[in-house]
């Protein structure tokens, strides 16, 4: 069975829960037009985030459970939204936390 291509441009909340992720390339082709919050919990994404995500304007939140691998990436993508996208409103929520 091939994989099929699934139309993401309605989604408002993606999940990545328990998944082993090699490789995750996301089209900048207006890729999550209107997504609004990111979960990940217990993935394995050896690249992090992909950067793409900073440019999303609509995106208010990131969140990681048990995911400390991908602490950097998610970091770098709150700074463009804080610094470059103007979103004061954006959170990152990181679980458990470092602190």
Known sequence: ???????????KLLQLLYMDIREWEVSEDDCFPVLEGLVVESCYLPKGIPSYFGDITSLKSIELR???SLTKSAMDIRDTQLDIMQNNDFKLSIFPSSE
């Open 66 to 68: 048990w995911c400390s």
């Open 1 to 11: 069975m091939g994989m099929s291509m699934i139309d993401v441009n309605g989604l």
